[in-house]
C-alpha cells in the first residue's frame, strides 16, 4: 500500500540525492536510483536506458530481447505493458538531462495508474540521477586518468631502469666487439666478458670453461671472477655442474636450490656454499667448446628473463671470440703451413731460420739446412696422374718427418722440394747422418695405387755456425751438385760450389750481351757422301767469341742458354743467318742442304713455324734444302702436341732428322707415328766401329736397318777415323760427318771448300 500523496515532498529527493552521494561510481549510482524509485513510487520493475543501452534494471529479464524492448520502451514514453510473471502493468517514464537518449522508467501492476504528483517525483529522480551520473563520470575519469598517471609513472620508472640496464649491456657488448676486432689477446677479452657479467647481474661469482683438448672435460679455467679455490679445484676435478650440462645438452642451464638439489656432482658444489648458478653454452664454429657461467651464495636467487638475456648475450659473444680466434688461427696456419702435406712453408721456414741463426750466432750452437729435391717424381706425376703424385709427397713428407728430431723443421718449398732446419748440430757430420736417414728411409718402395713406386732425393747441406744468411742458397748450391752425381746422392756446401754459380751468373749476362753485341758467329760441319767425300750439306754450329774468355765451348753456354730461355733468340739468330748463307752458297756452288738443331724449347714455341717460314723466304732458300735436327728426348715430350707442330712444319717443304739417334727412346712406335726423313747416328755407336769387336756393330747397323725399313737416310756422326767409314760402308751407312772429315769451319774456310770442288778426303781403298 502505498502512502498518501501528501507525504511525498521535496524531502525525498533529498534523501535519494544522498543516497546517490553515497555510492562509489555511475554503475552503483544508477542500480541504486532504480531501487529507491520502486521504493517510493511503489513500483514493481524500473530500469535507466543510456544511449540504447540498459545500465541499470530490477524486475525485467535480463536477456538481450528484453533489454531491446526496455529500450523501444524508454523510447515510448507512458503507456502500459505486461510484465512477464507478473501481469499488466502501468509505465511511467522521465528523460535524464543532459543526455537525450537517457530514459528512466518505473512500471507498476495494474491496480492503479501513476498520478500527475508521481510523474513529477520520477522526473526530479531523473534530475537528480542525471546530474549524480555527471559527477560520477568526472569522478570516474579523475581516478581513472589517477590510476593511469600512477600506473604510467611505474611504467616509466620500469622502463628507464629497463634502458638504463640495455645501455649498460650495448656499451660491454660493443667493448668486447671493439676487443674482437681490434684482435686484442684472447684473455683480455674473456676478463672483459666475465668482469661484465658481474657489473650486470650482480652475481658474485662468474666464470669462463673451456673444454680441454683430449679428454673433452671442463677443466681448463679461461677466466673467473669471484670463484674460490676450492670451487675452482670443484669444477676443475668433477668437470660437472650446471657448466657441463650446458655443454651436454648444448643449452641454457638453470639451477635455483643447489642445496636441496645437491646430488652427484652438483653435491660438491653445494657442500662449498653454492645456492644458484645459470650458465650456457659456448661454440667454436658451431661446435660447443665451453660453457659461461654465473653463480651466487646467496639463499633465494631467481633469474629473470633479463638475467637469462643477458648471460646468453655474452655468451654469444664469448662464441664469437672463440671463433674469431680460431679463423685467425687457421689462417696464419695457412699463411706458413703447406696445404698438401701440413708441413711449414719456406714462408716459416725461412723465419725459423732467422730465428735459429740469431740463437746461434748468441749461443755458438751449428745451425744446418738440407735442401732436397725428389730424383722420379716428375715421372710419377707424368704417368700416374697428379693425384697420385700428391698421395706421394703426403707419403714422402711423413718419412721426411721420421728422420729429423722433434725441434727440428722440415718444410716443403713446393713442387717436389723439401728443406730440413736442424738446430744446434754438434757439428757437420750430424747433419749428414740426417742425410743418410732420409736417403735410407726413401730406399724403400712406396705402395702407390696397388703399385710400388721408388723415388730418390738428391741432398745439399750447408752447415754455419756464425749466423750465415745465405745458408739456404748454399745448400740449394749443394743439391744441384748432388744431383750430378746421380740419383740418391747428398753434398755438403763448399765455397768452390758458390765460385762457380757466380761465374754461371756472370756468363748468362754475357750471354746475353753477347746476342745484342754480335759476339756469336756460326761455323759449319760438313755431310758428306762417304763414298765420294762429295760434301752434301752443312750443319749450322754457333760459336761465341767472348772479349775477354776467348771462345766460349758450346758444351758451357748452349745448355746455359737452354735453362735460361736465351736458346729462343739465339736459335732464331741461327736459323736466319744460316739459311741467308747457305742459300748464297747454293746458287755459287751447288745445292746442298742445311741441317739446324732445334730445341725443345723452340719446338714448343707456336712461333716457330712462322720463324722458320720467314727464315726461308727472306734467304730465298728452297724448303726442301732445310733439315731441322731434333733429339729422341724432345720428341717425347707432349707426344700429341709434337706431332702436330711437326706436320706442320713439313707442310712448308723441309726435312726432320732424329739426332744422336738411340741414345733415346728409340721406340719403333714413335718412327711411326713422327714425319721423320733422316736418322742420325750418335756418336758413341760410331766409335765403337773402329775395333775389332764385331758385336760393336750391332748398333749402328739396327739403325741402318731400321733406316732401309722406314725409307730414311742414315746419317754417321762423329767419324773420326778412315776404319769407321769403310765399316759404315759395310753395313750400308752411306752419309756421314767428323772430325775425319773436317771440323767446323768458318764461313771463309766453308767457301774456299766448296770453291776447290767440294770434295773432302777419300776413304781409304
Known amino acids: 500500500m502505498r502512502p498518501p500523496q501528501e507525504t511525498w515532498s521535496t524531502q525525498h529527493l533529498v534523501e535519494f540525492l544522498a543516497g546517490l552521494s553515497s555510492v562509489g561510481h555511475a ?5 541504486h536510483a532504480v531501487e529507491r524509485a520502486l521504493e517510493m513510487l511503489d513500483a514493481e520493475a524500473g530500469a535507466v536506458v543510456v544511449a540504447s543501452e540498459v545500465v541499470a534494471s530490477i524486475g525485467f529479464p535480463p536477456d538481450s530481447v528484453a533489454s531491446a524492448e526496455l529500450v523501444a520502451l524508454a523510447d515510448g514514453g507512458p503507456g502500459e505493458l505486461v510484465l512477464p510473471g507478473l501481469g499488466p502493468a502501468y509505465l511511467l517514464v522521465a528523460p535524464l538531462e543532459d543526455a537525450p537518449t537517457g530514459r528512466m522508467l518505473v512500471a507498476r501492476i495494474a491496480r492503479e495508474p501513476f498520478t500527475g504528483a508521481d510523474a513529477d517525483l520520477l522526473r526530479g529522480m531523473a534530475r537528480v540521477l542525471a546530474l549524480t551520473l555527471r559527477t560520477q563520470h568526472v569522478v570516474d575519469e579523475e581516478r581513472r586518468l589517477r590510476a593511469w598517471s600512477e600506473t604510467q609513472v611505474v611504467e616509466n620508472e620500469r622502463l628507464v631502469r629497463r634502458l638504463q640496464e640495455r645501455q649498460g649491456l650495448l656499451e660491454r657488448l660493443s667493448r668486447i666487439e671493439r676487443l674482437i676486432s681490434s684482435r686484442a689477446e684472447r684473455q683480455e677479452i674473456f676478463d672483459a666478458i666475465v668482469n661484465g657479467l658481474v657489473e650486470l647481474t650482480g652475481d658474485e661469482m662468474v666464470g669462463l670453461r673451456l673444454l680441454e683438448e683430449g679428454d673433452g672435460m671442463l677443466r681448463r679455467i679461461a677466466a673467473s671472477i669471484g670463484v674460490s679455490r676450492d670451487l675452482l679445484a670443484v669444477a676443475v676435478d668433477t668437470g660437472g655442474g650446471v657448466g657441463a650440462r650446458a655443454v651436454a645438452e648444448n643449452r641454457l642451464v638453470i639451477e635455483e636450490n643447489y642445496q636441496s638439489a645437491a646430488t652427484g656432482t652438483i653435491a660438491a658444489f653445494a657442500t662449498h656454499g653454492l645456492q644458484a648458478a645459470m650458465a650456457a653454452p659456448v661454440h667454436q664454429k658451431g661446435e660447443v667448446k665451453g660453457s659461461l657461467m654465473i653463480s651466487t ?15 646468453l648475450a655474452f655468451a654469444e659473444h664469448a662464441s664469437l671470440a672463440l671463433t674469431d680466434a680460431k679463423t685467425v688461427d687457421d689462417a696464419v696456419h695457412q699463411a706458413f703451413h703447406d696445404s698438401l702435406t701440413g708441413l711449414p712453408n719456406r714462408l716459416l721456414f725461412l723465419d725459423r731460420l732467422e730465428q735459429a741463426l740469431a740463437r746461434g750466432a748468441r749461443s755458438g750452437l751449428t745451425t744446418a739446412v738440407l735442401f732436397l729435391d725428389l730424383d722420379g717424381f716428375k715421372r710419377v706425376n707424368d704417368s700416374l696422374g697428379h693425384a697420385a703424385g700428391d698421395e706421394l709427397l703426403v707419403a714422402v713428407a711423413r718419412r721426411l718427418h721420421s728422420c729429423i728430431r722433434p725441434g727440428d723443421t722440415a718444410a716443403r718449398f713446393g713442387g717436389d722440394e723439401f728443406a730440413m732446419l736442424l738446430e744446434g748440430t754438434k757439428s757437420p757430420a750430424d747433419a749428414e747422418e740426417v742425410a743418410q736417414r732420409i736417403v735410407a728411409a726413401l730406399r724403400t718402395p712406396f705402395a702407390l695405387r696397388s703399385r710400388r713406386v721408388f723415388v730418390h732425393a738428391s741432398i745439399g747441406i750447408a752447415v754455419s755456425s756464425s749466423g750465415d744468411e745465405d745458408l739456404l742458397r748454399n745448400a740449394d748450391l749443394a743439391m744441384y751438385q748432388a744431383k750430378s752425381r746421380g740419383k740418391g746422392h747428398y753434398r755438403r756446401f763448399r765455397q768452390e760450389m758458390h765460385t762457380a754459380v757466380v761465374a754461371r751468373l756472370e756468363l748468362e749476362v754475357d750471354l746475353q750481351r753477347a746476342l745484342e753485341r754480335g759476339e756469336l758467329h756460326l761455323q759449319y760441319q760438313p755431310i758428306v757422301e762417304l763414298r765420294t767425300g762429295t760434301i752434301v750439306g752443312l750443319e749450322a754450329l754457333a760459336r761465341w767469341r767472348h772479349p775477354r774468355r776467348g771462345l766460349v765451348p758450346p758444351s758451357e753456354f748452349i745448355p746455359l742458354a737452354e735453362e735460361t730461355r736465351l736458346i729462343l733468340p739465339l736459335g732464331q739468330w741461327v736459323l736466319r743467318e744460316s739459311c741467308r ?54 720428341l717425347m715430350q707432349d707426344t700429341e702436341a ?59 747397323r739396327a739403325i741402318v736397318d731400321l733406316g732401309e725399313s722406314f725409307q730414311l737416310r742414315v746419317v754417321a756422326e762423329g767419324i773420326e777415323e778412315a776404319i769407321q767409314v769403310e765399316r759404315l760402308l759395310e753395313l750400308g751407312c752411306g752419309f756421314g760427318q767428323g772430325f775425319h772429315f773436317g771440323r767446323p769451319m768458318d764461313a771463309a774456310d766453308v767457301e774456299q771448300v766448296l770453291g776447290g770442288g767440294g770434295l773432302l778426303q777419300r776413304p781409304a781403298a
Open 27 to 31: 554503475g552503483e549510482a544508477a542500480q
Open 297 to 311: 651464495c646467496r639463499a633465494g636467487r631467481r633469474y629473470s628473463d633479463e638475467d637469462r638475456e643477458i648471460l
Open 642 to 700: 709434337t706431332v702436330g707442330r711437326l706436320e706442320r712444319l713439313k707442310k712448308l717443304g723441309l726435312r726432320l732428322a732424329v739426332d744422336d739417334f738411340g741414345t733415346g727412346y728409340s721406340s719403333l712406335q714413335y718412327l711411326r707415328r713422327f714425319p721423320i726423313d733422316i736418322l742420325k747416328i750418335a756418336k758413341s755407336f760410331v766409335d765403337g766401329l773402329g775395333g775389332a769387336e764385331a758385336a760393336e756393330s750391332v748398333l749402328p
Open 581 to 634: 748463307q747457305v742459300a748464297g752458297w747454293n746458287e755459287r756452288f751447288g745445292e746442298m742442304s742445311l741441317s739446324v738443331n732445334v730445341s725443345g724449347a723452340q719446338l714448343q714455341q707456336p712461333e716457330l713455324l712462322a720463324d722458320v717460314a720467314d727464315a726461308l723466304q727472306a734467304a730465298s732458300l728452297d724448303a726442301r734444302r732445310l733439315v731441322l735436327e731434333i733429339t729422341e728426348t724432345v
